[in-house]
């Protein structure tokens, strides 16, 4: 298994249920973010150590493609990776596979920006933060 991937465990709730009667689709989107900075923390790299480089990531882009719905009570993990690093970005994958039939429920990716929390401006990523994340499959561009 590649280092580099991150099982984040999720418990459906009541509150993740929509009138349709499943999980709704901005849920998706938090568990994402959740299970984002839950790997970033385990990698060493958590709201301190970006604080002291005066930067952090921002969201440029979600695209998700669900596939299967989630109920409530369902058990889910948010398998992700962090695919790709360019000068100043990030390109994050996730799948969200039900635990019971191992169905994966959706796919997704987010562009990450790193950016400069004082200049509010697009910031170059670190080598430190991209050899915490490394795996034998990562790209890495410029």
């Known amino acids: 298994m590649l280092t580099n991937i ?3 465990k999720i418990d459906v709730v009541t509150d993740d249920i929509d009138v349709q ?18 790997h970033s923390l385990e990698k060493g ?5 970006y604080g002291k480089l005066g930067c952090s990531w921002v969201v440029r882009a979600h695209q998700i493609e669900y ?3 989630a109920f409530e009570n369902d058990q889910l993990v948010v ?22 039939d191992q169905k994966n429920l959706a796919i ?10 004082e200049k509010r401006m697009p910031a170059r990523v670190p080598q430190e933060i991209i050899e915490a994340f490394k795996s034998d499959g990562i790209a890495q561009t410029s």
């Open 108 to 117: 997704a990716q987010t562009n990450w920006a790193f950016v400069n929390l």
């Open 79 to 100: 398998v992700t990776w962090v695919d790709s690093f360019r000068r100043a970005s990030c390109i994050r994958k996730y799948e969200i596979r039900r635990e019971s």
């Open 6 to 8: 991150y099982h984040h």
């Open 67 to 69: 596939h299967f719905p």
């Open 45 to 49: 790299w958590g709201h301190d150590q």
């Open 21 to 38: 009667g499943h999980v709704n689709n901005l849920v998706y989107l938090k568990w994402m973010q959740d299970a984002a900075v839950a």
